[in-house]
T-cell receptor, first 114, second 110 residues
Framework: EAQVTQNPRYLITVTGKKLTVTCSQN?????MSWYRQDPGLGLRQIYY???????DKGDVPEGYKVSRKEKRNFPLILESPSPNQTSLYFCASRAGFSGANVLTFGAGSRLTVL | GQQVMQIPQYQHVQEGEDFTTYCNSS?????IQWYKQRPGGHPVFLIQ?????EVKKQKRLTFQFGEAKKNSSLHITATQTTDVGTYFCRPNFGNEKLTFGTGTRLTIIP
């Protein structure tokens, strides 16, 4: 089944404790992206990657890192999480380089930073 | 900058009433997509509009793209409880920053 898989789905952590949210897709998609969803703010793009070793900042990149060493994986790294990073995170991917292509989303990762 | 405004933020309707959400851009769009997120779920693609003035229908859902390709709407006729969720537009400004509207959360009163 074609899908985007995120882990963990739920995580409670404390301020300053580094964490990684993994994202993997099995559709051979070139483009991958991370979003955070907060009430009233919709889906805001954190980082995106157009292909292996190519990453770019989205609208809210502060406090996050990403890497794209393999085509299928696009982990989101919070080096020193803070409470304002408590949010629902979605990874998404799409084929090709056209903005017209459809995004496929993972199930989401709900992160709480105490 | 390139921004899109989606209104309303929330809409509560009686079951059977109609519902409309709007996306308005300050600049001309290449195309626009619509997604639906059920409560507790993830966004799922509904449709894409490309041409000026385009109208597409999916059963009770009607999607429109404005003549100037700066605004779009999603209209649901005779809402049902299965329509509950948040509807997002995703405007394409012709770059790789794939932004979304802020979403319209639809709740249905049975």
């Amino acid at each position: 089944e074609a899908q985007v898989t995120q882990n963990p789905r739920y995580l409670i952590t404390v301020t300053g404790k580094k964490l990684t949210v993994t994202c993997s897709q099995n559709m051979n998609h070139e483009y991958m992206s991370w979003y955070r969803q907060d009430p009233g703010l919709g889906l805001r793009q954190i980082y995106y990657s157009m292909n292996v070793e190519v990453t770019d900042k989205g609208d809210v990149p502060e406090g996050y890192k990403v890497s794209r060493k393999e085509k299928r994986n696009f982990p989101l790294i919070l080096e020193s999480p803070s409470p304002n990073q408590t949010s629902l995170y979605f990874c998404a991917s799409r084929a090709g380089f056209s903005g017209a292509n459809v995004l496929t989303f993972g199930a989401g990762s709900r992160l709480t930073v105490l | 900058g390139q921004q899109v405004m989606q209104i309303p933020q929330y809409q509560h309707v009686q079951e059977g009433e109609d519902f409309t959400t709007y996306c308005n851009s300050s600049t001309t769009l290449s195309n626009i997509q619509w997604y639906k997120q059920r409560p507790g779920g993830h966004p799922v693609f509904l449709i894409q509009l490309v041409k000026s003035g385009e109208v597409k229908k999916q059963k009770r859902l009607t999607f429109q793209f404005g003549e100037a390709k700066k605004n779009s709407s999603l209209h649901i006729t005779a809402t049902q409880t299965t329509d509950v969720g948040t509807y997002f537009c995703r405007p394409n400004f012709g770059n790789e920053k794939l932004t979304f509207g802020t979403g319209t959360r639809l709740t249905i009163i049975p």
